[in-house]
C-alpha cells in the first residue's frame, strides 16, 4: 500500500509562491516516477509536473514551464513543487501521486491534496 500525505498549500497573492511537499510511505520510493497534479474549481484533474525515479528526468505542464519545479529527496521519501509567479487560475487542491513514467497516468489511489489559493 502506497500512502501520500501532500502538505504546503496556502493563501498567497498573485505573483507569490509556495512550496508544495508530499511524503510517501508504504512502497519502494526510490523506484517510483512521481506526479503532481492539481484540480482547480470547476475543472477535470490535470497533470502538472513529473520527476523519474532517480530525479534525472522532469517533466511539466506546458503553462508552468519556467515557473515550477518539481524535485525530490529519495532518502526522505518526499517529492517538492516550488511555484513561483502563481496565478490566481492556478488555484484548486493539488495532489502527487505515483505514476506511469511513460505516460504519467497516476497509479494508486489520491491523497487528500493540498488547497493552493491564489488571489488576484
Known amino acids: 500500500q502506497v500512502q501520500v500525505i501532500e502538505s504546503g498549500g496556502g493563501l498567497v497573492q498573485a505573483g507569490g509562491s509556495l512550496r508544495l511537499s508530499c511524503v510517501v510511505s508504504g512502497g519502494s520510493f526510490s523506484t517510483y516516477s512521481m506526479g503532481w497534479f492539481r484540480r482547480a474549481p470547476g475543472k477535470e484533474r490535470e497533470f502538472v509536473a513529473s520527476i523519474s525515479w532517480n530525479g534525472g528526468s522532469t517533466r511539466y505542464a506546458d503553462s508552468v514551464k519556467g515557473r515550477f519545479t518539481i524535485f525530490r529527496d529519495n532518502a526522505k521519501n518526499t517529492v517538492s513543487l516550488q511555484m513561483n509567479s502563481l496565478k490566481p487560475e492556478e488555484t484548486g487542491v493539488y495532489y502527487c501521486?505515483?505514476?506511469?513514467?511513460?505516460?504519467?497516468?497516476?497509479?494508486?489511489?489520491w491523497g487528500q491534496g493540498t488547497q493552493v489559493t491564489v488571489s488576484s
Open positions: 501521486s505515483r505514476i506511469v513514467a511513460v505516460t504519467r497516468a497516476p497509479l494508486g489511489s
